[in-house]
């Protein structure tokens, strides 16, 4: 077993457009969408190949990505759960999800929550699975099951979870955790993880659920559409024809999805790409260019959609990233 390691990160405004491993291994984009101020906080520990993490977002969210392709993540969300959908699925009380391996996923939060996720081999969990229940953890081939947990599990969890990371954090000045007892927290996570999913059951799918799964597989595949045909050249008629749906359909799919319309969808991922590369800014970048990358043909109207999205003229943040990579 590898050493352990614990981080903690605190992104503040523009920052967590910057955040793309929140869940080690994985790959996220978040988009903003408000101007309300974005602090994004973000804790790890590695237990060899056993990961724990924890994010805290104060503002609404859009996390779009995929989970880690070598382990199965076990999420749940404690805080603002009611304000949240996974692959626009709503979250249940004592809920938890149970992700394949490189399960896409849409998080979408529409004000403040906090998440957890445990990832583990699966070979490591099915082993315990087998020694503490002699029976395998029914896991999705793809995307995730969700498990209805008791109550005093999913509190169980939670807790381990958050002592793990505040033992973690008050160890690290001192050297860290020791290797044996990096062994000992490796195993209680998965022996609580497999109690908690033995006694508790598999949500069965219904019309509901498979609506939103379908749902989430046609958003992902207009998404692609838009970006993989040039932001610039592709419009909403465009979409709905190669998407197979008429325009009004998928203007009410998008509504009842994801409480928006495909074009302020589309637009805020544009948005979001403009701001990622203003950020990130090389030298040589202009308002102008970033602009017509991401499929705005009027600059003026740009500006203004860029500002009631995130409190400032496009100008303004190209200006900040420029002085600040000068100053480096």
Same mark, same amino acid.
């Given at each position: ?227 993989? #045909? ?7 008629? $465009?979409?709905? =024809? *190669? ?5 009004? +359909?998928?203007? /009410? ?41 991401? #499929? ?7 500006? $203004?959609?860029? =500002? *009631? ?5 496009? +100008?303004?943040? /190209? ?10």
């Amino acid at each position: 077993m590898s050493a352990s390691l614990y981080e903690a990160h605190t992104y503040s405004g523009f920052e967590p457009t910057q955040i793309f491993d929140v869940v080690y291994g994985g790959h996220f984009e978040h988009r903003l969408i408000s101007s309300n101020r974005a602090d994004l906080v973000h804790r790890r520990l590695v237990l060899g190949d056993v990961r724990v993490e924890s994010g805290t977002y104060n503002f609404a969210v859009i996390g779009q990505g995929a989970m880690p392709q070598d382990t199965v993540c076990i999420g749940l969300v404690d805080e603002g759960m009611e304000l949240t959908r996974c692959n626009l699925e709503s979250i249940g009380e004592d809920e938890v999800q149970v992700y394949a391996p490189g399960a896409e996923l849409t998080y979408h939060a529409t004000g403040a929550s906090r998440w957890i996720n445990v990832a583990m081999p699966e070979a490591k969990l099915q082993e315990m699975a087998m020694a503490r229940l002699g029976r395998p953890i029914s896991l999705a081939k793809r995307g995730f099951k969700i498990y209805k947990l008791l109550r005093e599990s999913r509190i169980q969890l939670q807790q381990l979870c958050y002592d793990a990371l505040d033992l973690a954090a008050e160890l690290a000045p001192t050297g860290g955790i020791a290797p044996q007892l990096a062994r000992e927290m490796s195993r209680a996570f998965v022996t609580a993880y497999v109690d908690a999913l033995g006694t508790a059951h598999v949500a069965e799918p219904n019309s509901k659920s498979a609506t939103a799964q379908r749902h989430h597989q046609l958003i992902l595949a207009c998404e692609r559409l838009l970006l993989g #045909g040039g932001v610039s050249n592709v419009n909403l008629s $465009e979409i709905a =024809r *190669r998407s197979g749906y008429s325009q009004r +359909s998928l203007e /009410l799919i998008f509504q009842n999805a994801v409480g928006m319309t495909p074009g302020r969808w589309f637009a805020n991922i544009r948005l979001n790409g403009a701001l990622r590369e203003l950020v990130a800014a090389a030298p040589d970048c202009s308002v102008t260019s970033v602009a017509t990358r991401w #499929g705005f043909r009027h600059l003026s109207r740009f500006a $203004e959609h860029y =500002r *009631r999205t995130f409190g400032e003229l496009p +100008s303004e943040t /190209l200006s900040r990233a420029l002085t600040r990579q000068a100053s480096r």
